[in-house]
């Protein structure tokens, strides 16, 4: 009977700790219930890891808010947090948002947003952004359409116009490096699908699989030695240490083509890519359609379907490469000095 | 109210695992890192299964098998190659990353978003309706302890306790000390990765990356556990770590609620650490 007593103790130790210091959040989100967009409407943001494309992504989400009338500090307010690429915390993050019954949660990445998913159990819309492929994930049924109060954007590759992209900067390159982490869904898929275009233009993929942060400087030495040029994805792990790729693929006298906008500002020669502020705005656009009132079960995702030319001249001409001339009137000038 | 039910949930599952590191880090005093990839392990093994349309209860005792083979690893490379303790939980945890992988045949994320679990098919869950999820944790969670407590009280078990606080009774009981440190890094493998199957089926999906910091949680629960629970005579080791996980989650809960800026939030969780250790030493009358 004590241990019981004891216990019962504990938890309501436990319980008074966290209604003091939750009420103030469920407070508020039970007058912005009513989601007409002249009230104020509670969004909670929950990004996977800190990360440049991630950042922007919110960056982004946000315009595409306020582009539909939704003004951070006048009629929206976020509640954004960061699971620093640690999964128990993504976990818990997506639970208390849910908890905190926000009119909308926004997930970031494939794992938060699946988490989100499973914590907002219907009652909540999900939005998600920067998930490759949401069929995969089972956000999305194989026809596009949503599984339940859930959809967002996919930031799936380009992979077949990046192919045709390096065969014009490198008409006699043959072997493709890509280095990624094995543990990403993201990156595994779009490995394969690499391997399966390159043959097309007449490439071959060498593909070196890391798992942490601390194995790229021996993997991206190795895999510069031995490839034309690198094509760097999206992988989390890689992308947070391009720099130590770009170093090692410099060394070797060979060019690294990025996979947005970001990584060609850092020092990446060109990219036939994203640009995650505008997947951001985009999925902030669909995010205040359901906030006024549309169903999120009823919007199919959306993918980037425009993808544009982003090329570093500084880049390229340390390597003595310049962009071919069909492609010159497309490119935008990306280089980080500008 | 859904908050407070997330943390005991989370704390209940993690509760799992603090038990198995109790018996690695308190009793046979093993800083075992093998459990960073015994944790995903039971969660690849139940995706694996549940997508094949296997029950998922059936799950449970797979994942925990599959664990306890983990562990057997770990105890064979340090007691039979006399490779140091922290270096054979090293070797375990880095090979079964690629392991997890083959399990789930090189996919680093499982959905079973429309699958069956074992919360789906619980036989009290349109009584329980919210409360359903943390019942079910709590009726696992509780039946590992009562099956723990019952096993430290076998002969195997005050074997177990014996090696942690004094080898040499054990070789003087004409008893391998090494095959004692063997089983206890079986049960507490194997425990961890039933909160990781537990896991799996409460978030609806494996991820590889689900077991990066699991020793750390397991760890922090467990020290705080028996250092601010450990006093109270009529309160179980096992009990205290419980309560310990519990209190872990809650204060991680506290930091992601306080709305401070979300890069803040390791520092908040730590310092609240700080303080719960500190309030428990100075209660004690002082540190030991």
Known sequence: MKKFTALITASM?????????????????????????????????????????????????????????????????????????????????????????????????????????????????????????????????????????????????????????????????????????TSEANSVSAVEEYKELAPNYDFEIVDSGISQTSDIPLAAADLASKVDCISNLTD??????????????????????????????????????????????????????????????????????????YINSEALSALGMSCPDELKSEATEASAAE | MALVLSVFEQGFIYSILALGIYITYKILDFPDLSVDSSFPLGAAVSAVMIKAGVNPYITLPAAFLAGGMAGLATGIIHVKFKVRDLLSGIITMTMLYSINLHITGGQANIPIFSDDT????????????????????????????????????????????????????????????GTVKIVGLIIANALVALAGSVMCQQQRFFDISMGTGTIVIGLASVIIGTNVFGKLSFLKATTAVIIGSVIYKACVAIAITCGMAAIDMKLITGALFLVILIISSVKKGGAD
């Open chain 1, 236 to 309: 989390n792990t890689v992308v947070s240490s391009l720099a130590t790729l770009l170093d090692a693929a410099e060394k070797a006298g060979i060019p690294v083509f990025g996979s947005e906008i970001e990584q060609v500002e850092k020092g990446c020669v060109a990219t036939e890519g994203l640009d995650y502020i505008a997947l951001g705005k985009q999925t902030g656009a669909m995010a205040a359609r359901v906030l006024a009132g549309e169903k999120a079960q009823d919007i199919p995702y959306e993918t980037i379907t425009e993808y544009s030319l």
């Open chain 1, 13 to 181: 130790l436990a319980l008074t700790m966290l209604s003091g210091c939750g009420s103030d959040s469920t407070a508020d989100s039970a007058s912005g219930e009513a989601s007409a967009p002249a009230e104020s409407v509670n969004v909670a943001i929950a990004q996977f890891a800190p990360h440049g494309s991630l950042d922007n992504c919110v960056e982004g989400f946000k315009l595409g808010m306020e582009e539909a009338g939704y003004v951070e500090g006048e009629n929206v307010t976020y509640d954004l947090q960061n699971a620093q690429a640690d999964m128990a915390n993504a976990n818990q993050i997506a639970q208390s948002m849910a908890a905190a019954k926000p009119d909308l949660i926004c997930g970031v990445a494939t794992p938060m947003a699946q988490a989100c998913y499973n914590a907002a159990n219907g009652e909540i819309p999900v939005i998600y952004t920067a998930v490759t492929d949401p069929v995969a994930a089972e956000l999305a049924n194989e026809d596009g359409s949503s599984v339940g109060n859930v959809t967002g954007t996919s930031d799936k590759l380009a992979v077949d116009a990046q192919l045709e992209m390096i065969r014009k900067f490198m008409p006699d390159a043959k072997k493709i490096g890509i280095l990624y982490t």
């Open chain 2, 118 to 177: 074992i919360f789906k098919l619980s036989p009290i869950r349109d009584k329980a309706g919210a409360f359903n999820t943390v019942i079910v944790i709590f009726v696992i969670t509780l039946l590992c302890k009562i099956i723990m407590d019952l096993y430290l009280n076998t002969k195997s078990g005050y074997l177990l306790r014996a090696v942690g606080d004094n080898e040499t009774v054990v070789t003087s009981l004409a008893k391998d000390k």
